[in-house]
């Protein structure tokens, strides 16, 4: 009984931590690649100031383009 | 003008059966003209121009060096948006999660291209002169002369 207790326990524990770690991935994922014209190139992680500006212009863009 | 906003639409009905990854994509220039459009709504197709307008002067505005931004991807949970520009001409482009970037990059340029290089049509040139304008050569008239033989009587 016990046992099958602590197997729940650890089976529900690693879903969990699934879980987060793939919502910390897709957070990590959204950036904003920037490629200037003498060939450098600027990427913007998620929290950054230049992408907190960014990522809601593109969401408005994607929610226009899928008319909702 | 009809005849190059046909070329565009022809261009990106190419560029979207091309990818099948880009989901809609708007070509539009410097004033925030739309150019074509894949969105059937003309409406919708302007105010996607303007806030991706928004978000190229956002995007330059992040970097102080005189280098013009040139291409750009924007990746969100919900899908990505990309903007590929060429001098005054920009197509933005949207696609779902997790594109293959370098294709969908590729293809849009390619698009962009396209559309750049048809040239406008071609004016007849102009006649040419034909007597006028060229010189003509001036040949020594012959001088006939009958000789006659010294020793002839």
């Known amino acids: ?68 | 003008m009809l005849w190059a906003v046909m070329d565009v639409q022809q261009a990106l009905s190419d560029l979207t059966e091309i990818s099948s990854q880009i989901q809609a994509a708007v070509v539009f220039d410097g004033q925030g003209q739309v150019s074509g459009s894949t969105l059937t709504d003309p409406g919708r197709a302007a105010g996607l121009v303007r806030v991706a307008a928004e978000l190229l002067s956002a995007a330059e505005g992040l970097r102080s060096g005189s280098s013009a931004l040139t291409q750009m991807e924007v990746a969100t949970s919900e899908g990505s948006v990309f903007v590929v520009r060429d001098g005054d001409t920009s197509l933005v482009a949207t696609t779902g999660g997790n594109p293959t970037v370098g294709l969908v990059f590729y293809d849009l340029k390619s698009a962009l291209r396209s559309i750049k290089a048809k040239p406008a049509p071609a004016r007849k040139p102009a006649a040419r002169k034909k007597a006028a304008a060229t010189p003509k050569k001036k040949t020594a008239a012959r001088k006939t002369s009958t000789r006659k033989k010294p020793d002839a009587p």
Do not use: C, H, W
């Open chain 1, 1 to 68: 009984m016990r046992r099958s207790l602590a197997v729940l326990l650890g089976i529900i524990g690693g879903m969990l931590a699934g879980a987060a770690f793939l919502r910390r991935q897709a957070a990590q994922r959204e950036r904003a690649d920037l490629y200037f014209e003498d060939g450098s190139m600027l990427s913007l992680t998620n929290g950054s100031p230049g992408a907190d500006r960014l990522l809601p212009l593109a969401r408005e863009i994607l929610g226009k383009a899928r008319g909702t």
